[in-house]
């Protein structure tokens, strides 16, 4: 599980005078979930598969939407 300070520190690279060049870019802070980084095997029922993972995304976009 994320913590907030991660966040943050984005946020405040982002608010900050390094970032000024940094325009119209999603920067997805997951922990490398996306990427496949992160094994919740263990954790769940079933592994996830890049299915699932997109699946998840989806429904995080229709969500915002």
């Not at 907030?4 to 920067?27: D, R």
């Not at 997805?28 to 993972?53: F, H, K, M, N, V």
Request: charged content about 15%.
């Amino acid at each position: 599980m994320g913590r907030s300070e991660e966040v943050a520190n984005l946020v405040a690279f982002l608010a900050g005078e390094s970032a000024s060049f940094i325009t119209g870019s999603v920067l997805t802070i997951d922990g490398g979930w996306l990427a496949g980084g992160i094994e919740l095997g263990g954790d769940a029922e079933q592994p996830t598969t890049s299915d699932d993972r997109m699946a998840a995304i989806a429904n995080t976009s229709s969500l915002n939407s």
